[in-house]
């Protein structure tokens, strides 16, 4: 009864460290989605992909990369951290659109990173 | 590009009575799904209730209902018999029917709901 597993919790990086960010669904859900939530901005969606192989940016994609190698993972690559990185990040999963599917997307309980 | 308004950073409400959350949007699409989703201090994202476009009728979940003004995009949420556990930052989304919904969520900035015991 996993759901979406994101790992890990929290993070703090310094200043150009690397890092990913782990998002792994046991839904065999084909839609898989980044957001990121800062203070007083509600969500906003980093990377998106709709299946093995396919990715496509969001709203805020820059300073983060994705790829999707497995219908089950989804990880999150900040190449390079600065401070306005420091967010919750959270990735959902969704089955492909259709009645049976109610177009509902599952989250994760979200990863809270920090960068001095 | 779809937007998505909730003009009440926060409410308060006394317990066991009744609040709306407010939300408004824009698009120019006809098909899409809207959502309330609720987060507790524990950050979890909880849906709380969602509604098809293409419906008339108001979606409504146990002491969780909708009122869903299509013309005037317009999409609140009413909590009955509020409770202690409502306490949290309650956010509206839409999600467009296009592609599946493949690109995900749009989110308001969220309204943080008080419950006064």
């Known amino acids: 009864n996993a759901g979406v597993t994101q790992t890990p919790k929290f993070q703090v990086l310094k200043t150009g460290q690397s890092m990913t960010l782990q998002c792994a669904q046991d839904m065999n859900h084909e839609y898989m989605s980044w957001y990121r939530q800062d203070p007083g901005m509600g969500l906003r969606l980093i990377h998106y992909?709709?299946?093995?192989?396919?990715?496509d940016q969001g709203e805020v994609p820059n300073g983060y990369n994705v790829s999707r190698s497995t219908t089950e993972d989804f990880p999150l690559r900040l190449l390079s951290a600065a401070p306005s990185q420091t967010s919750v990040y959270f990735c959902a999963s969704s089955p492909r659109g259709g009645l049976l599917a109610k177009n509902i997307q599952y989250f994760g309980a979200g990863t809270r990173l920090s960068v001095l | 590009a779809q937007t998505v308004t909730q003009s009440q950073p926060e409410m308060s409400v006394q317990e066991a009575e009744t609040v709306t959350l407010s939300c408004t949007y824009d698009t120019s699409e006809s098909d899409y799904y809207l959502f309330w989703y609720k987060q507790p201090p524990s950050r979890q994202m909880i849906l709380v209730i969602r509604?098809?476009?293409?419906?008339?009728q108001n979606a409504t979940e146990n002491r969780f209902s909708v009122n869903f003004q299509k013309a005037a995009k317009s999409f609140s949420l009413k909590i009955s018999d509020s409770q202690l556990g409502d306490a949290a930052m309650y956010f509206c989304a839409y999600r467009s029917a296009a592609g599946g919904g493949a690109d995900g969520l749009t989110f308001g900035k969220g309204t943080h709901l008080i419950i006064q015991p």
């Open positions: 992909s709709v299946g093995a192989g396919i990715t």
């Open positions: 509604q098809e476009a293409y419906k008339q």
